[in-house]
């Protein structure tokens, strides 16, 4: 049995001038190699606790500890142990995508990964020697998430990685993302896209009004909550029609064989829950 890279247990945050807390005793662990989403709206608490998490925010009450020591236990030393990728870039914008990589490589005392394997695995390059502010906002995100990894951290924390990104970049960087995973490595993923969340993570924490509604694996999540049966969409005279049948008795359903028979059926699916729904439903919120 492991021990949770990061152990949360009663965490409270409360901004001077608040009337509510930002974190409102909230308690969770990640596991070694785990992919913990923290999904919920703006507002939520999610920004507060990965501020704590990476030792921008020391004004917190409750006990947490990460990667073995309490969290305040550690000193500069920590950083050479995570790697952070906020949602707003962060660069020397004046060097290029390249010069910022070996910058930031120049900061850590263990090895690193060179730029040019860096820039080639989020797809920057043909944009190596061109200055951050010739790029786009996708193209810096790509940079952020490069920058993250240039030290081959244990423990990554990463808000929204697939802002800005068209498809397919996007699904390219969640395949970088889940190879972290595959070697070993914990990334802690803050987002409100239940897309992203639903595709890289291995279980998600619903956070809404500084508190934890309820974590458990996307699949779990979906299955609870959805409706047992399959929706069977098919054509007629031209015309798409719609028809939602229960599991129970499906295969003995006379309508069910009766499109099937007709070979007029397009698609089958089951009645699954998405994340939106099942947010709305556990949190009784929208995003």
Not at 17 to 32: C, K, L
Not at 90 to 101: G, I, P, Q, W
Request: aromatic residues 8%.
């Amino acid at each position: 049995m492991h021990d949770p890279v990061i152990y949360v247990a009663d965490l409270k945050v409360w901004y001077r001038g608040a009337p509510h807390p930002a974190v409102d005793d909230m308690s969770f662990t990640v596991e070694p190699g785990e992919i913990f989403g923290f999904l919920g709206p703006s507002g939520a608490g999610k920004s507060t606790v990965q501020r704590v998490l990476t030792r921008l925010l020391g004004g917190y009450q409750g006990d947490v500890e990460v990667l073995g020591r309490p969290l305040r236990a550690w000193g500069a030393g920590y950083y050479e142990h995570i790697g952070v990728g906020f949602e707003l870039p962060a660069h020397f914008t004046k060097l290029t995508a390249r010069e910022n990589l070996t910058a930031f490589a120049a900061l850590y005392s263990g090895p690193t990964i060179s730029p040019d394997e860096l820039l080639h695995r989020v797809d920057l390059a043909d944009a190596a020697h061109r200055r951050v502010t010739e790029l786009s906002k996708g193209m810096q995100m790509r940079l952020n998430l490069a920058r993250a990894l240039v030290h081959q951290p244990q423990l990554l924390f990463l808000d929204e990685p697939t802002s800005g990104q068209d498809p397919v970049r996007a699904a390219a960087l969640r395949e970088v993302i889940h190879d972290q995973a595959r070697q070993g490595r914990t990334v802690f993923l803050t987002t409100h896209d239940m897309a992203t969340a639903d595709d890289l993570c291995d279980r998600v924490a619903f956070v809404t009004q500084g508190r934890i509604a309820a974590v458990d694996t996307p699949r779990a999540f979906k299955l609870r909550h959805g409706h047992s049966g399959v929706v069977v969409e098919y054509r007629r005279a031209g015309e798409l029609g719609r028809r939602a049948f229960p599991m129970a008795g499906l295969a003995g359903d006379p309508t069910f064989a009766q499109l099937l028979d007709e070979g007029t059926v397009e698609t089958i699916h089951t009645r699954e829950a998405s994340l939106d729904e099942v947010f709305a439903t556990v949190t009784q919120e929208r995003l």
